[in-house]
C-alpha cells in the first residue's frame, strides 16, 4: 500500500511560480511510473505531467515549457515546479503512483490558484 502526501499549493499572480511535492511511503525505485494531475471545477480530472522509473517525462500540451516534474529518491518524494503560472492552472492538483504490485494511489490533493 502506498501512501502520498501533497503539498507546496497557494495562490500567486499570474507569471509566478510554485513548487509542489509529493511525499511518498515507498521508495521512488518501487514505482513504475508517478504523476501530477490535477482538477478544476466543472471540469474532470486531467494529467498535467507523468514520470516513469526509467526518468521519461511526458508533459500536457497547456503546460510544456513551464512545469517540471522530477523525482528524489533520497527524499521519497515527487516534485511539479510550476512557472509562469497562468488563471488557467488553477486546480486542485493531486500526486498519483501506479506500479505492478499496489493499486493506484492518490493524494489528498492541494488547491493552486493563479490570479490576474
Known amino acids: 500500500q502506498v501512501q502520498l502526501v501533497e503539498s507546496g499549493g497557494g495562490l500567486v499572480q499570474a507569471g509566478g511560480s510554485l513548487r509542489l511535492s509529493c511525499a511518498t511511503s515507498v521508495p521512488i525505485f518501487s514505482i513504475d511510473a508517478m504523476g501530477w494531475y490535477r482538477q478544476a471545477p466543472g471540469k474532470q480530472r486531467e494529467s498535467v505531467a507523468r514520470i516513469t522509473s526509467g526518468g521519461s517525462t511526458n508533459y500536457a500540451d497547456s503546460v510544456k515549457g513551464r512545469f517540471t516534474i522530477s523525482t528524489d529518491n533520497a527524499k521519497n518524494s515527487m516534485y511539479l515546479q510550476m512557472n509562469s503560472l497562468k488563471p488557467e492552472d488553477t486546480a486542485v492538483y493531486y500526486c498519483?503512483?501506479?506500479?505492478?504490485?499496489?493499486?493506484?494511489?492518490w493524494g489528498q490533493g492541494t488547491q493552486v490558484t493563479v490570479s490576474s
Open positions: 498519483n503512483a501506479e506500479a505492478k504490485w499496489f493499486r493506484n494511489s
